[in-house]
């Protein structure tokens, strides 16, 4: 456990039956302190003259973490484990998101309006004025969240039912930070034609489409197909959304060091959706020295096995992601656990920053390298400088449908990270504050507000 923090992810609540004495709850508490874990709150639920009852919540840093934390206190004397929760699944019990309806109804003449005869007026208008689909359905706020499961989180190729859980979450983010509506459609197949042709069928329902946790290279494909040919926005999230938020923070990271993009070397760790559309992005932005390394090191002209989508950012250098990092100034991982190592941070230019954004393990833990790297971010809330996509993608739909954006373009992302970035005002930059924080209110309106002016002045809005 030594080098991990203590995660709410990894949150259990222990109902424990105690002798009532005193020092027994101290035990309790002293064995969680010795093995590192976070004491949450402790509530007494019931007290006899003999044993007291205590709920006692704590934070861990892995299931290994917390089954050691039970199994010592399990070993304490006169304790009794009455019971113990796993907080996160709890969580999940019975699924995260439902339907509900907006309007009650009470009685016949609701019915009559709601249903039949009524609704067949509507239909009727929808079917003569097909644009009014907008304005009398769910269409106008509803968001299809597409996967296959092939690529969930961190964790690989999972399939679709495993993938559900994330689904409901992206719905739930939707709901929260955008008011906009959205239903998790998990498919039973990753056939790129079985794929579009499905989420084609669907369209009708939906005023855009977020793909989601589906694997590259198959995923840049069904992306581009579905925006030709449906009339409203496609964004696969995984490489958007991560796009638009990496580089709102390192706009204001370089702020921070006094650097510039355009002068700038950047090493980006991960060669799927994620590392090349940020790639993309950065370059649209400005960039110009810039290596890409996959799993066999940096993507160059020398090697023979370079996808299309991967040799398009082919560099002259070949060599190990520890080649490419001598004398960056930017880490930015897309990766798995671990890849990165103190001394491979050694040797980066002076004031790197690193981006360490592998979930939910990243590529190197910060606690590893504080004091060595001005700025440090990750793709976890349990750290400073969450490098979350939620700071853009409930905007960037929100200002998309608020305009019947047709098509999503690169400008209307870096409007979106410009909009992102610009929230961090210049007294409050701080190394541990370079992004605003996914709770700030004025998130997802300034996104929407930049989105949708964007979309105007080039002539994409639709209304």
């Not at 939707?174 to 056939?191: G, K, S």
């Not at 750290?383 to 739909?397: E, H, S």
């Not at 105007?456 to 209304?463: E, H, I, P, T, V």
Request: glycine share 8%; aromatic share 4%; charged share 20%.
């Amino acid at each position: 456990m030594a080098g991990l923090s203590p995660s709410p992810s990894f949150s259990l609540t222990l109902r424990l039956e105690l002798p009532n004495r005193a020092g027994s709850l101290a035990s309790v508490l002293r064995v969680v302190a010795d093995l590192g874990g976070n004491l949450g709150p402790i509530d007494l639920i019931e007290q006899t003259r003999q044993t007291s009852t205590r709920d006692i919540t704590l934070e861990a840093t892995s299931p290994a973490h917390e089954e050691a934390i039970v199994h010592a206190i399990k070993d304490l004397p006169d304790i009794r484990v009455l019971n113990v929760y796993d907080r996160t699944f709890k969580l999940h019990q019975g699924g995260k998101i439902r339907i509900q309806s907006k309007i009650p109804l009470q009685n016949r003449s609701d019915l009559a309006m709601a249903y039949t005869p009524g609704v067949g007026r509507i239909c009727q208008e929808i079917a003569q004025h097909p644009e009014q689909v907008y304005r009398l359905t769910i269409k106008q706020n509803t968001i299809a969240v597409v996967s296959d499961g092939s690529a969930v989180l961190g964790l690989g190729n999972l399939g679709p039912a495993a993938a559900l859980p994330v689904m409901e979450g992206k719905a739930m983010l939707f709901r929260e930070f955008a008011d906009l509506d959205a239903f998790p459609i998990c498919l039973d197949t990753q056939d790129v034609d079985a794929i579009v042709t499905t989420v084609r069928h669907l369209a009708p329902v939906f005023g855009g489409i977020n793909l989601e946790d589906i694997a590259a290279p198959r995923c840049f494909e069904i992306e581009q197909r579905l925006q030709e040919y449906l009339d409203i926005p496609v964004f696969h999230d995984d490489q958007h959304g991560t796009a638009i938020v990496s580089l709102a923070a390192l706009y204001n990271a370089l702020r921070w060091v006094g650097k510039t993009l355009e002068t700038v070397r950047i090493v980006i760790n991960g060669a799927g959706a994620a590392g090349l559309a940020v790639a993309s992005l950065l370059q649209r932005a400005g960039a110009t020295h810039l290596a890409i390394c996959d799993s066999k090191g940096i993507l160059s002209h020398g090697r023979p096995d370079l996808h299309p989508s991967k040799a398009v950012f082919a560099v002259d250098q070949m060599g190990t992601l520890a080649d490419a990092l001598v004398g960056a100034d930017v880490f930015i991982g897309l990766s798995g656990p671990g890849v990165l190592t103190p001394a491979m941070v050694e040797t980066m230019a002076p004031d790197p920053i690193v981006f360490a954004m592998a979930n939910p393990v990243p590529e190197i833990q910060p606690e590893l390298v504080e004091g060595r790297v001005a700025v440090m971010a990750t793709g976890r809330s349990d750290y400073p400088n969450q490098i979350n996509n939620v700071l853009a993608f409930p905007g960037v739909f929100r200002g998309a449908l608020d305009c019947r954006v047709k098509r999503l373009t690169t400008d209307l992302y870096l409007a979106a990270a410009k909009a992102i970035a610009s929230l961090v005002a210049p007294q409050e930059l701080q190394p541990d504050y370079i992004v605003p924080s996914v709770f700030d209110p004025r998130v997802s309106k300034a996104v929407a507000a930049a989105v949708g002016q964007a979309a105007r002045d080039a002539g994409l809005a639709g209304c």
